[in-house]
């Protein structure tokens, strides 16, 4: 167990709604990244925030858009949902410390579009 | 943009052997962090192993070893007494110190042959 906790862990929904996907770091940390990982695929970075601003951004569609709160848990929203969107999606937090340069991965949100 | 290769897609082995996964990189900076992270099945990302690049010394975790090259920027997994848990996807990643955004290869993938 990561202590990187994600919810919901499947999520099946329709082409042209919106999903909203959550994310709460380990204790203390204060960096949470998204990824997106399509089947077969490797990790593609969407976005990092670090103590609720952006810092950096990755492939990310226009359609999603992330922010991380005060009590430091992050959501990712993906709307106008197509097929391709269908993917494990990933969040992984990092913080001070010693291990502060590694990530720590949650399980996952399996997203279905159908 | 750093990136980061892995021109091995698929790889095997038989139990008990040794294998050895490929990893190059490229980037201008001196100072960064290597890492390789597991991915069975079950599709959770887990920490294998981490590189800091000013120590000269290898990483090693167990059976699991890295062959750190800076200047040829390579960064080579060494699994010895593979076992049967060892097949997974294998995923190579980079960071800048002080970066924002952690980069991956494409995976590896490991079959372990009985």
């Known amino acids: 167990d990561s202590g990187v906790t994600q919810t919901p862990k499947h999520l099946i929904t329709a082409t042209g709604q919106r999903v909203t996907l959550r994310c709460s770091p380990r204790?203390?940390?204060?960096?949470v990244y998204w990824y997106q990982q399509s089947l077969d695929q490797g990790l593609q970075f969407l976005i990092h925030?670090?103590?609720?601003?952006?810092?950096a951004k990755g492939n990310i569609l226009e359609r999603f858009s992330a922010q991380q709160f005060p009590d430091l848990h992050s959501e990712l929203n993906l709307s106008s949902l197509e097929l391709g969107d269908s993917a494990l999606y990933f969040c992984a937090s990092s913080g001070g410390g010693i291990d502060s340069n590694e990530q720590f991965f949650g399980p996952g949100t399996r997203l279905t579009v159908l | 943009a750093q990136t980061v290769t892995q021109s091995q897609p698929e790889m095997s082995v038989q139990e008990a052997e040794t294998v050895t996964l490929s990893c190059t990189y490229d980037?201008?900076?001196?100072?960064?962090?290597l890492f390789w992270y597991k991915q069975p099945p079950s599709r959770q990302m887990i920490l294998v192993i981490r590189q800091e690049a000013y120590k000269q010394q290898n990483a090693t975790e167990n059976r699991f070893s890295v062959n750190f090259q800076k200047a040829a920027k390579s960064f080579s997994l060494k699994i010895s007494d593979s076992q049967l848990g060892d097949a997974a996807m294998y995923f190579c990643?980079?960071?800048?110190?002080?970066?924002?955004?952690?980069?991956f290869g494409t995976g590896t993938s490991l079959t372990v042959i009985p």
């Open positions: 980037t201008s900076e001196s100072d960064y962090y």
């Open positions: 990643a980079y960071r800048g110190k002080g970066g924002n955004q952690f980069y």
């Open positions: 204790s203390g940390d204060l960096s």
């Open positions: 925030y670090y103590n609720g601003e952006e810092r």
